[in-house]
């Protein structure tokens, strides 16, 4: 556990620019941002760009279409998502 905070940003598509604001008053470094679900599409927002490390999991990936890649997304799947939130002290769902 080195890492400080893992946000899971589950909000849903109307909610997601607001989360993502509120998000950025607090996140620091060394924090990283799980987007899931609707919130997947907001990838290319440039605040979450400018947010740190971003992960999406792969069954989420598929909302953003077949050949979607972005510099600063790390796509995972269930497994590594359960190992990456063991990683951190803590995990705040933002909905």
Avoid: P, W
């Avoid at 909302?63 to 002290?89: E, P, R, S, T, W």
């Amino acid at each position: 556990m080195s890492n400080s905070t893992l946000y899971l940003l589950q909000s849903s598509y109307a909610n997601t620019s607001q989360s993502i604001t509120q998000l950025g008053q607090f996140i620091a470094a060394g924090d990283a941002i799980v987007l899931m679900g609707e919130s997947v599409l907001f990838i290319t927002d440039e605040q979450i760009q400018q947010l740190g490390t971003c992960y999406v999991l792969e069954q989420d990936v598929q909302i953003l279409g077949k050949h979607a890649h972005y510099n600063h997304m790390h796509v995972i799947n269930y497994a590594q998502f359960a190992d990456l939130c063991l990683q951190y002290m803590r995990c705040i769902s933002l909905k």
